[in-house]
T-cell receptor
Framework: QKEVEQNSGPLSVPEGAIASLNCTYS??????FFWYRQYSGKSPELIMS????GDKEDGRFTAQLNKASQYVSLLIRDSQPSDSATYLC???????????FGRGTSLIVHP | DVKVTQSSRYLVKRTGEKVFLECVQD?????MFWYRQDPGLGLRLIYF???????EKGDIPEGYSVSREKKERFSLILESASTNQTSMYLC????????????FGPGTRLTVT
């Protein structure tokens, strides 16, 4: 089992819809969780971090963490074509400098 | 805003050449990282450094070395470039301690012919 798993997609949603991106992780001692956005040919850009169970909102983005079920998700409300990118989930074990990245989910928002 | 810069966006080198990739960050971050990213393989950690002159191997250190003489600068060295090192190379930095957000540079697309 991979340590951090994401569906590779592509996930296709219409403009204005809610896009839901999911990530599961295997290590129960994981403590920190991050979402990055990566446009084609560009480097990853941090969108959100979440450390506690529950929801964290930032503009159109909401990160949701459920440690008991070992998943973290990213919701994008009112999706725009400019949100079309690959979204990477990253997870840090407790005491580690180094996050483990998932391979990313490709999101396509069509007009 | 955190700024991480890399010396080149695109680089073409010949097999056997020694290649230097430079990364500089301006936010006084203690941790610095080098990754490579290939289609279907995701991000793979080559080396990281948590302090000046300190370095640790990542998942794929073979064929690479690093240097960190100053806090803001972390260099990746390909001792003798090979075609299988053709890749996107990404530098990242983060604050001291564990479980901190990483900030990435723009990347260097290296082609070895």
């Amino acid at each position: 089992q991979k340590e951090v798993e994401q569906n590779s997609g592509p996930l296709s949603v219409p403009e204005g819809a809610i896009a839901s991106l999911n990530c599961t992780y295997s290590d129960r001692v994981s403590q920190s969780f991050f979402w990055y956005r990566q446009y084609s040919g560009k480097s990853p850009e941090l969108i959100m971090s979440i450390y506690s169970n529950g929801d964290k909102e930032d503009g159109r983005f909401t990160a949701q963490l459920n440690k008991a079920s070992q998943y973290v998700s990213l919701l994008i409300r009112d999706s725009q074509p400019s949100d079309s990118a690959t979204y990477l989930c990253a997870v840090n074990k407790g005491g580690s400098y180094i996050p483990t990245f998932g391979r990313g989910t490709s999101l396509i928002v069509h007009p | 805003d955190v700024k991480v810069t890399q010396s080149s966006r695109y680089l073409v080198k010949r097999t056997g050449e020694k290649v230097f990739l430079e990364c500089v960050q301006d936010m006084d971050h203690e941790n610095m990282f080098w990754y490579r990213q290939d289609p279907g393989l995701g991000l793979r950690l080559i080396y990281f450094s948590y302090d000046v002159k300190m370095k640790e191997k990542g998942d794929i250190p073979e064929g690479y070395s690093v240097s960190r003489e100053k806090k803001e600068r972390f260099s990746l060295i390909l001792e003798s470039a090979s075609t299988n090192q053709t890749s996107m190379y990404l530098c990242a930095s983060s604050l001291a301690g564990v479980s901190r957000e990483q900030y990435f540079g723009p990347g260097t697309r290296l082609t070895v012919t």
